[in-house]
T-cell receptor, first 111, second 113 residues
Framework: GESVGLHLPTLSVQEGDNSIINCAYS??????FIWYKQESGKGPQFIID?????DKRQGQRVTVLLNKTVKHLSLQIAATQPGDSAVYFC??????????FGSGTKLNVKP | DTAVSQTPKYLVTQMGNDKSIKCEQN?????MYWYKQDSKKFLKIMFS???????INETVPNRFSPKSPDKAHLNLHINSLELGDSAVYFC????????????FGEGSWLTVV
């Protein structure tokens, strides 16, 4: 399943499928990006980050892709599990100044 | 051990009251933040302190007054609470030496009635 951020704030996927959550950022000078996961009733938790000198970074079951040309960031979650159900935020940062957060995408994993 | 802890977790209060939310981080970070999350889950920065000094103040009403007694603590005091102040307030911290990743607390749910 795939989301386009603001235009699809909820993404529903079947357990075991791959998920893609998209984020469009606004500042072409942003040089550091983070994906956060926020479960219900909790604070945002760091998932993975990427600096602007990279276009791909992999973690455990997660991959972040950065396309600076079109100012687009995506989070891919492999073999999505029920525990992945949460709201996902991208955040952009320029030169250690404040982070700007995207509006979030809710991921709903169906068993 | 909780890295960024904030209290209280839940707060219900009447309009016009004054309330405080406290935050402490044990990560040794030099920068602390307050973020506000509205009912649509939008996260917006309010304040940022670096080594006890205010570095970001994002057009927040002056009813909101942060105080940082030391770099491990950043408290938020709110005067004359209004209905629109109802939100979740997140404390967070970061450090340039650690790559500037922001670590969040669990949030304080403020409801103004």
């Amino acid at each position: 399943g795939e989301s386009v951020g603001l235009h699809l704030p909820t993404l529903s996927v079947q357990e075991g499928d791959n998920s893609i959550i998209n984020c469009a950022y606004s500042n072409s000078a942003s040089d550091y990006f983070i994906w956060y996961k926020q479960e219900s009733g909790k604070g945002p938790q760091f998932i993975i980050d990427i600096r602007s000198n990279m276009d791909k970074r992999q973690g455990q079951r997660v991959t972040v892709l950065l396309n600076k040309t079109v100012k687009h960031l995506s989070l891919q979650i492999a073999a999505t599990q029920p525990g992945d159900s949460a709201v996902y935020f991208c955040a952009e940062n320029e030169n250690f100044n404040k982070f700007y957060f995207g509006s979030g995408t809710k991921l709903n994993v169906k068993p | 051990d909780t890295a960024v802890s904030q209290t209280p977790k839940y707060l219900v209060t009447q309009m016009g009251n004054d309330k405080s939310i406290k935050c402490e981080q044990n990560l040794g970070h030099d920068t602390m933040y307050w973020y506000k999350q509205d009912s649509k889950k939008f996260l917006k920065i309010m304040f940022s302190y670096n080594n006890k000094e205010l570095i970001i103040n994002e057009t927040v009403p002056n009813r909101f007054s942060p105080k940082s007694p030391d770099k491990a603590h950043l408290n938020l005091h709110i005067n004359s609470l209004e209905l629109g102040d109802s939100a979740v307030y997140f404390c967070a911290s970061s450090d340039r030496a650690s790559g500037n990743t922001i670590y969040f607390g669990e949030g304080s749910w403020l409801t103004v009635v």
